[in-house]
Antibody, heavy 119, light 107 residues
Framework: EVQLLESGGGLIPPGGSLRLSCAASGFTFNSYGISWVRQAPGKGLEWVSS????????HYTDSVKGRFTISRDNSKNTVYLQMNSLRAEDTAVYHCTRRKASGQPFDYWGQGTLVIVSS | DIQMTQSPSSVSASVGDRVTITCRASQGISSWLVWYQQKPGKAPQLLIYAASSLQGGVPSRFSGSGSGTDFTLTISSLQPEDFATYYC?????????FGGGTKVEIK
């Protein structure tokens, strides 16, 4: 059974840092790209970042470029999202998702981890 | 960036109704269009990919159509479990973008 389990969320003051983790199981991890998609309270879905199966290609939405870094450890079946210089507008549930290849849909999603940026 | 515009933002319907949701891309995306369903407090679930291909396990009352810039999600006969929010997403190019969502509510 495919599983994606996020962790690392919490309450953090503006300007702080947080590292989210996405632990995967039930599939050949390095064959899939992994992405982070966030959802602010009461709002819609926003793609944040993606990383290819081998970790060699990464993409970011403009609002997080230079502040967030996505990485993966294929020996641990885990993807990370290092979030620095956090802002109130980064408050959201962060979901990790997988997709097989470019153009393909996100076919499995984790339940998400809540990040609250507030003083 | 490709903007995705969904309409309506909400719709009230009864069980058994036919419901149609539209999604328009700001530029052509061929058939690189995905539909998701999200229920409160849950992660989104994949319904349709490549504009019209039904994901395994999704009931056949869901269908998708369109190509280029204009797309449609149709629920042929609304069931109680279909009351949810629906999102379209383009997978044509980065940044990957979602529509604003359509909430299907009970009439």
């Amino acid at each position: 059974e495919v599983q994606l389990l996020e962790s690392g969320g919490g309450l953090i003051p503006p300007g702080g840092s947080l590292r989210l983790s996405c632990a995967a199981s039930g599939f050949t991890f390095n064959s899939y790209g992994i992405s982070w998609v966030r959802q602010a309270p009461g709002k819609g879905l926003e793609w944040v970042s993606s990383i290819s199966g081998d970790g060699g290609i990464t993409h970011y939405t403009d609002s997080v470029k230079g502040r967030f870094t996505i990485s993966r450890d294929n020996s641990k079946n885990t993807v990370y999202l290092q979030m620095n210089s956090l802002r109130a507008e980064d408050t959201a549930v962060y979901h990790c998702t997988r997709r097989k290849a470019s153009g393909q849909p996100f076919d499995y999603w984790g339940q998400g981890t809540l990040v609250i940026v507030s003083s | 960036d490709i903007q995705m515009t969904q309409s309506p933002s909400s719709v009230s319907a009864s069980v058994g109704d036919r419901v149609t949701i539209t999604c328009r891309a700001s530029q052509g995306i061929s058939s690189w269009l995905v539909w998701y369903q999200q229920k409160p407090g849950k992660a989104p679930q994949l319904l349709i990919y490549a504009a019209s291909s039904l994901q395994g396990g999704v009931p056949s009352r869901f269908s998708g159509s369109g190509s280029g810039t204009d797309f449609t999600l149709t629920i042929s006969s609304l069931q109680p479990e279909d009351f949810a929010t629906y999102y379209c997403q383009q997978t044509y190019s980065f940044p990957l973008t979602f529509g604003g969502g359509t909430k299907v509510e009970i009439k």
